[in-house]
T-cell receptor, first 115, second 111 residues
Framework: NAGVTQTPKFQVLKTGQSMTLQCAQD?????MSWYRQDPGMGLRLIHY???????DQGEVPNGYNVSRSTTEDFPLRLLSAAPSQTSVYFC??????????????FGPGTRLTVL | GNSVTQMEGPVTLSEEAFLTINCTYT??????LFWYVQYPGEGLQLLLK?????DKGSNKGFEATYRKETTSFHLEKGSVQVSDSAVYFC??????????FGAGTTVTVRA
């Protein structure tokens, strides 16, 4: 049981490049989400999904796309990277979207630098 | 909207010292409250939670009590160890799909 896995661990991009951050979970969780972590700002929700084929925007969705074709995978796409997207990105999953009662499990994170 | 404010760090302590990290929140109704911990190089892990007023969450020697009258959820541990060095996040969930996190408090425990 690997839990939530993320690849890559580190990435450096040039402004304007695109890339996909991968996230997978093997716990058969319905709810998955992406956060970015910036100094002094905690974690902010980018996008989330309550099941395969269903996604929605969080607090800071601009510049990011997501899709959920399977229960296990929830990739995050940066369409045209900007320096403001330099951050640490965390993927998380939960048994259900009822986060008031269900623990979220976090991946180890991807540290992204955009030059 | 919902928000969480927690004390700024960094906090540096000696082993066996008492630790308190203050957390206050703004929300309508009765949110659930959480403390997450992030050890160096790792993702966040749930440390403890409380889902209604006056509930006390506890785990690994840490405790926090949900105080609706003061809208607070302060984290405490009576005797910290070097292994408690981490970043601690207070969070709340009012809606079913979102957690609101505080900025995080870095705690360093020296031997």
């Amino acid at each position: 049981n690997a839990g939530v896995t993320q690849t890559p661990k580190f990435q450096v991009l040039k402004t304007g490049q695109s890339m996909t951050l991968q996230c997978a979970q093997d716990m058969n969780h319905e709810y998955m989400s992406w956060y970015r972590q910036d100094p002094g700002m905690g974690l902010r929700l980018i996008h989330y999904s309550v099941g395969a084929g269903i996604t929605d925007q969080g607090e800071v969705p601009n510049g990011y796309n997501v899709s959920r074709s399977t229960t296990e995978d929830f990739p995050l796409r940066l369409l045209s990277a900007a320096p403001s997207q330099t951050s640490v990105y965390f993927c998380a999953s939960s048994y259900s979207q009822v986060l008031t009662y269900n623990e979220q499990f976090f991946g180890p994170g991807t540290r992204l630098t955009v030059l | 909207g919902n928000s969480v404010t927690q004390m700024e760090g960094p906090v540096t302590l000696s082993e066996e010292a008492f630790l308190t990290i203050n957390c206050t929140y703004t929300a309508t109704g009765y949110p659930s409250l959480f403390w997450y911990v992030q050890y160096p190089g790792e993702g966040l892990q749930l440390l403890l939670k409380a889902t209604k007023a006056d509930d006390k969450g506890s785990n690994k020697g840490f405790e926090a009590t949900y105080r609706k009258e003061t809208t607070s959820f302060h984290l405490e541990k009576g005797s910290v160890q070097v292994s408690d060095s981490a970043v601690y996040f207070c969070a709340l969930s009012h809606n079913d799909y979102k957690l609101s996190f505080g900025a995080g408090t870095t705690v360093t425990v020296r031997a």
